[in-house]
């Protein structure tokens, strides 16, 4: 019963421990205003294991200088008075402290690893959660391989740096402590020992600036060539069928030694701060026993304050270590913090939960005068697509231009919940995730086989699942690959049906079908959706005849609305656009 009371207790103060702030704790603007103040939110977080570690490091590291003192005793004691008695006696302890030791070592360690942990999925879930606001407006304000980057090899540089907290503070006490100890025996060879370890700090600051300085550079440089590689491999198909995957692969090597390159430049400095992270150490400690063999020589000390001193010293370079490579990782730290918080502030839509628009719309967009009204189906059409499609991401909340709104609400002001549910943005470049068929349409939703193959039909992709092994069971590869193109839209446009919001905005949804498909598709998104609104982006003469309402933008703005007919015989430059646009095709 004791004993489980004893494990109860023990697992209690563990517990008590390991407690920190909330999962869900997000760092505020403060706390992303710069690298080393992210470093301290994610440190604050958990400040009770951090100051356990603290407490532990310093507990070990200065248990390390007991051994020496108890060899000293044991030596002029024992071995100098030829007093068996009390060389065991000293032995015995020497055996306790060592043992002891060991145990502070683990626990240390084992803290130190939860601290690094910790430190790491906080920095991810901060990233990931952040990510997940941005949306879909992420992929136009950074590059994929630097999310990847930032994903991987930033959080796990910071976490690292957060170890400084235990073995770091244990460092400064045991050098503290050492040097008192040492002052006791010989003032002058606690003088040398204070006075060396602020040179071996000056002599490797110079190398921790340029790790830095070389760090941002390689940094920059690692997340262009991973986007590079991200868009390699989505395109890897096409490449095959066009012969470009050899001049591709070697424009990739060529990129890739030039990062080979600015890596050297991090692992010049980088290895110099490790050679002298056990070099200087060693040399000092040489240094160190030269002098007390010569006070011993001397009289000065005893033979036994002599092996005390060289254990001293040889104790010291744990901790002269710990400094010097704990300096070089707060250098990498601040370059690979700086990423992430960059990532942490782009700034997200607002998340407010007051507002709840009625209806289908109507939806404005006082930016560009688009107005479209509920339960219509209306196009919009323009020279360059990029400006429909701004206008989509407006009405979406894609994009941080705020104005827009629905029913008279700000989009802005309506919850993202709420927003994802009733209003859904159909894109061409939505991701396509791996699974079932079934899996993939119903999406978020749970699966309705009626509904389903409802959607399907409205899509015009009953035939891309006729054609699978499997019907709604068979399987879809990541991102579509085992699609064409035109199949992947279908299926992109078939889950967007399966949502039924009262609002779907799809852009381009029938660019990569034929003619007769595509007639097929606005004719069943028409009937599916009749009492819903629709938006759809395109220049084709099949979908402008058949939308309720056209409307034309000139440079980003609203020129003329009306039907695809009206427009024909009214407006000139509609009818040069669609000319154009049927000439495309």
Known sequence: ??????????????????????????????????????????????????????????LWMVGLAVPP???????????????????????????????LNALLGIARHRTMTKVRMDASFRAVRAAVGHTSRLGASLPGRVSTGEVV?????????????????????????AYAVVAVVLFTTSPLLAAVVLAGVPLLAVAVGPFLQRIERTGGEYRVHQ???????????????????????AFVAERYEQQSQGLVGHGYRVAGPASWVGALSTGLPAL??????????????????TIGEVVAVYGYVAVLVVPVSAFIEGGG????????????????????????KWASPSGCGPLADPASGVIVRPGSLTA????????????????GRLSTDAGATWAGVPIDDVARAELRRRLV?????????????????????????????????????????EALPGGLDATIAAGGSDLSGGQRQRIRLARAVYAAPDVLLAVEPTSAVDANTEAAMIDRIREARRDTTTVITTSSPLVLDRADEVVVLIDGKASSVGTHTELLRTDPYYRELVSRGQDDR
């Open 329 to 352: 990782d707060i250098a990498r730290a601040r370059v690979a913090g700086q990423r992430i918080i960059d990532l942490l502030n782009l700034p997200a839509a607002r998340d407010n």
């Open 69 to 99: 003192w108890v060899l000293s005793r044991a030596v002029d004691q024992g071995l100098v008075a030829r007093d068996t008695r009390a060389l065991i006696r000293w032995a015995l302890v020497l055996l306790v402290v060592t043992v």
């Open 284 to 301: 000092f400690l040489a240094a160190v026993v030269w002098l007390s063999a010569r006070m011993a020589a001397t009289g000065a000390i």
């Open 425 to 465: 943005v159909a894109d061409n470049d939505a991701e396509v995730f791996a699974g079932t068929v079934r899996e993939v349409i119903a999406g978020r939703l749970e699966p309705d086989d009626s509904r389903i193959r409802a959607a399907l039909r409205v899509a015009v992709a009953e035939d891309v699942v």
């Open 1 to 58: 019963m004791t004993r489980d009371g004893a494990r109860r207790r023990t697992a209690a103060v563990r517990e008590w421990l390991d407690r920190t702030s909330e999962t869900g704790n997000r760092a505020t603007a403060n706390d992303l205003a710069g690298p080393f103040r992210f470093l301290f939110w994610l440190a604050r977080s958990q400040s009770r294991r951090i100051a356990w570690g603290g407490v532990l490091g310093t």
């Open 149 to 173: 980057t930032v994903g991987i090899a930033d959080v796990y540089t910071v976490a690292m740096a957060l170890t400084v907290a235990g073995p770091g503070v244990g460092a400064v006490v």
């Open 223 to 245: 997340g262009r060539l991973t986007t590079r590689l991200v868009d390699v491999l989505a395109g890897l198909r096409v490449l095959n069928g066009l012969g470009g995957k």
């Open 380 to 395: 919009l059409v323009a020279a360059r697509p990029a400006e429909t499609r701004t206008v989509i991401e407006r009405l």
